[in-house]
T-cell receptor, first 117, second 114 residues
């Protein structure tokens, strides 16, 4: 079974703090993703990575950055947290396949519910 | 650009009744289609997917979906729901291969009533 773990289930931070969300997958997947999930908006892609040290912007990258120094680990960084970044953050990974590319089945972590006060 | 529309934000249904959750998509090319389920306080997990071949796709927990290209739909069905099916269901679409991202719908909350 693929396992995707996220460092925290719940996190409370203050406005202006630097926040790190960590994600680790144990199945040697090439592709990793960060989404935020908000009621009525579904999942929105923040950043993704298809290889170590590679990153691509998703739909809503503003206010976020990412780091992928090792294949199994993908970090999301909020440089200066703001209240509008209060959300559920979901990490996912997928296997790079000749047919599927970046777009085949994704495996999700349990999520981190971040509250910024 | 591809998009997904889930027409119902909430669907209440009595236990052991059938259910259909609707999903329509738009894409200019061929597609991959997915249904994911999210149980309370958990991440998403794959229910089923259509990549090619038979348009009727069977997934886990007794769910199935039918790809209808002419109607650009991929509705999810179950003939008899259980309390444990209470969850949020997400439809998703992607372009096969390449580096196009997956686009998710906004989700449908299925509430199974005892």
């Amino acid at each position: 079974d693929v396992k995707v773990t996220q460092s925290s289930r719940y996190l409370v931070k203050r406005t202006g703090e630097k926040v790190f969300l960590e994600c680790v997958q144990d199945m040697d997947h090439e592709n990793m993703f960060w989404y935020r999930q908000d009621p009525g908006l579904g999942l929105r892609l923040i950043y993704f990575s298809y290889d170590v040290k590679m990153k691509e912007k998703g739909d809503i990258p503003e206010g976020y950055s990412v780091s992928r120094e090792k294949k199994e680990r993908f970090s999301l960084i909020l440089e200066s947290a703001s209240t509008n970044q209060t959300s559920m953050y979901l990490c996912a990974s997928s296997l790079e396949t000749l047919r599927g590319g970046l777009t085949d089945t994704q495996y999700f972590g349990p999520g981190t519910r971040l509250t910024v006060l | 650009a591809q998009s997904v529309t889930q027409l119902d934000s909430q669907v209440p249904v009595f236990e052991e009744a059938p259910v259909e959750l609707r999903c329509n998509y738009s894409s200019s090319v061929s597609v991959y289609l997915f249904w994911y389920v999210q149980y309370p306080n958990q991440g998403l997990q794959l229910l089923l997917k259509y990549l090619s071949g038979s348009t009727l796709v069977k997934g886990i927990n007794g769910f199935e979906a039918e790809f209808n290209k002419s109607q650009t739909s991929f509705h999810l069905r179950k003939p008899s729901v259980h309390i444990s099916d209470t969850a949020e269901y997400f439809c998703a679409v992607s372009d096969p291969g390449g580096y196009q991202k997956v686009t998710f719908g906004i989700g449908t909350k299925l509430q199974v009533i005892p």
